[in-house]
């Protein structure tokens, strides 16, 4: 939340509040973190309310016909001074490891675009507010197509957004091109030590127009229109937009192997952990220093010889915080200084001081 904005797992905010706590008419919720950095120290702020009145008709008029409860409100601040969204995220640099991450390669190309898309917003503070614009002139293209289709629109009122969905996918796929690339650099050195079989691994990004050789971005975007004028019948047909990055994908590759198709589990884990390693030093050599390391629930998913690297590699980091459903967890990183905090039925049990 403090680093990207947004839970890992709730597909709702309403969803990280108690909810019984939305039996009060006064509901609040808040996280807070104190983070320093050599940048300088920062205070992080996001609240989660119940909306305003006007926002909350706004919310339900926009889900009528479906019986579910409104979306909280949510604002972000920085030193105590407010922020949208898209200027939040990345002051607080943290790389995330979960267990569902081992199943990146086995899952839809939609993790593997959340993947990115994560990974991209860290390193390039403009990418969040370009892929929420793409969202909303997608959504209003979306809209249009299906009025063609019903007969209540005309086709030529699709030239303005279709421009505006090229020139910011154009700019979405350079993104995302560069750091997949830099990822993939980054984590082939990586693989070779952790699967001492020293076959290369290769992570490609796969945009679901073809770039072909372009020179810069606006040649991108016409190359990205181009496609999208040619599948614009087939678009009108379905009733939404079939061309663009919510379509890419990303390969992994052992060798000349596709882990996705053909890898074991043990190889597909060992290129993930090697991209998630990769993806903190990454991070490092771009702003400095390092980032808070988050393993979500992943130590259980791996077996002794990934173990001892993730504690070796934690060995060498600034911070690393640790969540497992294992009492004993902290006894894997036996040697560094360890703080535990017990959690049970929503309360703090236990809190340990490094030993």
Not at 6 to 33: C, G
């Amino acid at each position: 939340m403090m680093s990207a904005g947004k839970s890992l797992r709730a597909s709702s905010d309403r969803d990280l509040v108690r909810s019984a706590a939305f039996h009060d008419p006064f509901t609040h919720a808040q996280v807070l973190a104190e983070v320093r950095a050599s940048s300088g120290d920062a205070r992080l702020q996001v609240d989660l309310a119940e909306p305003a009145p006007n926002e909350a008709d706004a919310s339900a008029s926009g889900r009528r016909g479906h019986e579910t409860a409104p979306r909280v409100s949510k604002r972000f601040r920085v030193n105590g001074v407010p922020r949208r969204a898209s200027d939040f995220v990345g002051e607080l640099k943290a790389a995330l490891f979960s267990a569902e991450d081992l199943e990146f390669t086995s899952g839809p190309p939609s993790v593997r675009r959340r993947y990115a898309d994560m990974l991209v917003s860290q390193l390039e503070p403009g990418y969040v507010r370009e892929a929420q614009e793409y969202q909303r002139v997608m959504t209003q293209r979306n809209h249009l197509l299906k009025s063609i289709r019903e007969g209540r629109s005309s086709e030529p009122e699709l030239e303005f957004w279709d421009v505006q969905l090229s020139i910011h996918a154009a700019r979405i796929m350079e993104s995302r091109a560069r750091v997949i690339q830099a990822l993939s650099a980054a984590a082939c050195p990586i693989h070779e030590t952790l699967s001492g079989s020293g076959e290369p691994l290769s992570v490609r990004y796969m945009p679901s127009v073809e770039p072909g050789e372009y020179s810069d971005t606006r040649e991108l975007s016409r190359t990205v229109h181009a496609a999208i004028l040619a599948e614009s019948r087939r678009e009108v047909a379905a009733g939404h937009c079939i061309v663009g990055p919510h379509r890419d994908d990303i390969a992994v590759s052992i060798g000349e192997m596709d882990v996705r198709a053909f890898g074991s589990r043990g190889q597909s884990r060992t290129a993930v952990l090697a991209m998630k390693l990769a993806e903190v030093d990454l991070i490092a050599n771009e702003f400095g220093e390092q980032p808070v390391v988050l393993l979500d629930d992943v130590m259980s998913e791996l077996d002794e010889v990934r173990r001892r690297c993730v504690v070796e590699r934690a060995s060498t980091l600034d911070q690393v915080i640790v969540t497992s459903a294992e009492p004993n967890v902290g006894e894997v990183f036996s040697g560094l200084a360890v703080r535990t905090i017990g959690v049970r039925a929503g309360g703090v049990v236990s809190d340990r001081s490094p030993t």
